[in-house]
């Protein structure tokens, strides 16, 4: 059985890949700061107490790992605050860059060794982190640090494709979850276009920024 872990499972795109990654048949570890009710009746095995932008709580989680094997890696956790120039709020933009930049990047490298030739790591990132898409500036907190998660990702995908380990860098549609008040398509929906891709996708993808329907993006 293959072997999946999401970041971010308790909520949102999260828990519907959680949801449907069971029922394609894979072992499904679910990671989170805190569980939720939908997330514990899943019956899948969850840690919680995880927070991706924490070191140590990362290298926690990768002990108590150690030794288990990871097929697919789905780094999803991710904040969204909103900032103008008007409003920049420099410990609000730092706080999403540590958790939507740097959180997919530290999981990443500390779940190596479990990752194998053949594993994928899924990035899910936003097409508001694209320079060439950016039509209407703001929310510089956010941008920022999908941009910057995209260049990690790219780079990623380079330090891994002698090692037969694909990195796919996702966007997820519009969604409506908490991050976006309701507004969008419904996670099933999305979680369901971005398995279809990291299924579809091989190395000849690696290092790709791609919309869940399967659409190139623009860097």
């Known amino acids: 059985m293959a072997t999946a872990l999401v970041t971010g499972g308790n909520r949102g795109i ?15 570890l679910a990671t989170c700061r805190r569980t939720s009710p939908a997330l514990d009746a899943l019956g ?6 995880v927070d991706v932008s924490d070191a140590g709580s990362v290298a926690t989680l990768a002990r108590q790992l150690a030794g ?19 409003d920049l709020h420099y410990e609000r933009i730092r706080r999403q860059f540590e958790v939507n930049t740097l959180g997919p990047l530290r999981v990443t490298t500390a779940l190596l060794p479990n990752l194998h030739e053949g594993s994928k790591v899924a990035i899910i990132t936003s097409r508001m982190g694209s320079i060439g898409d950016n039509g209407s500036g703001g929310y510089y907190g956010y941008r920022i640090s999908k941009a910057g998660v995209n260049m990690a990702g790219v780079s990623l995908a380079r330090d ?60």
């Not at 899948?44 to 107490?49: E, F, L, P, S």
């Not at 890696?73 to 605050?81: K, T, V």
């Not at 099933?188 to 919309?211: K, P, V």
């Open 44 to 49: 899948v095995t969850v840690i919680d107490g």
């Open 68 to 86: 288990r094997r990871i097929d697919l890696l789905i780094n999803n956790a991710g904040i969204l605050s909103v900032e103008s120039m008007a």
């Open 160 to 219: 891994l494709k002698s090692r037969g380990i694909g990195v796919f860098i996702l966007h997820p549609g519009m969604v409506a979850t908490g991050m976006t008040d309701g507004q969008g398509i419904p996670p099933a929906e999305s979680a369901a276009m971005l398995l279809a891709r990291i299924e579809e996708f091989g190395m000849a993808q690696t290092g790709t920024f791609h919309h869940a329907n399967g659409e190139a993006l623009p860097w």
């Open 14 to 28: 999260g828990l519907e890949l959680c949801r449907q990654l069971g029922e394609r048949g894979y072992e499904v």
